[in-house]
């Protein structure tokens, strides 16, 4: 399988606790994108990275969570002393830019996080 | 006003016919435009994506944009129950630090019926 994976597919937690989430991407791709996605709701965007380089963060990412990609190519999403708000799909994507053109974003399947 | 606005649904089609699907964003700097299908439970997935006025054909699919209006459509023709999902409309707000990141509507439900 070349399309983008990420692990746990669900996790299950109780306020307080860290969890971390995992991404793999296709991969040629050099850009990654972490994106939340509550019921209801279309995917918003968190943050993203241009190969290890965590180049812009979302207003909706607060000091609790923390992101990485140290070598360019996984990367980890960090959640610290989870909240019931926490509850919501993580939804990974990656994208190949090249010569400031943008090709498309294609989504792992997500990891559902239920925080009780 | 909302940034990339969908009706939410459900919009209910018959077999065999075509559907179609509305969006409209608020940014004019909005550059790339993408339909995503997402089942209940599933994550999105790519199905179209359109960058100049006009439309653009992919089998069963069409999208349509017209930047001066601000509206991007899709159409599904000869519509099958397995098309029943939610479809997302996203765009690429290039903003200054080309970021790329995607805005997403709320997405509007389909049921086709057989």
């Known amino acids: 399988d070349t399309g983008v994976s990420q692990n746990p597919r669900h996790k299950i937690t109780k306020r307080g606790q860290n969890v971390t989430f995992r991404c793999d991407p296709i991969s040629e791709h050099n850009r990654l994108y972490w994106y939340r996605q509550t019921l209801g709701q279309g995917p918003e965007f968190l943050t993203y990275f241009q190969n290890e380089a965590q180049l812009e963060k979302s207003r909706l990412l607060s000091d609790r969570f923390s992101a990485e990609r140290p070598k360019g190519s996984f990367s980890t999403l960090e959640i610290q002393r989870t909240e019931q708000g926490d509850s919501a799909m993580y939804l990974c994507?990656?994208?190949?830019?090249?010569?400031?053109?943008?090709?498309?974003?294609?989504f792992g399947p997500g990891t559902r996080l239920t925080v009780t | 006003q909302k940034e990339v606005e969908q009706n939410s649904g459900p919009l209910s089609v018959p077999e065999g016919a075509i559907a179609s699907l509305n969006c409209t964003y608020s940014?004019?700097?909005?550059?790339?435009f993408f339909w995503y299908r997402q089942y209940s439970g599933k994550s999105p997935e790519l199905i179209m994506f359109?960058?100049?006025?006009g439309d653009k054909e992919d089998g069963r699919f069409t999208a349509q944009l017209n930047k001066a209006s601000q509206y991007v459509s899709l159409l599904i023709r000869d519509s099958q129950p397995s098309d029943s999902a939610t479809y997302l409309c996203?765009?690429?707000?290039?903003?200054?630090?080309?970021?790329?990141?995607?805005?997403f509507g709320k997405g509007t439900l389909l049921t086709v019926n057989p």
């Open positions: 996203a765009v690429n707000k290039n903003s200054g630090g080309s970021n790329y990141k995607l805005t």
């Open positions: 359109i960058y100049s006025n």
């Open positions: 994507a990656s994208s190949l830019v090249r010569d400031t053109f943008f090709y498309e974003q294609y």
């Open positions: 940014d004019r700097g909005s550059q790339s």
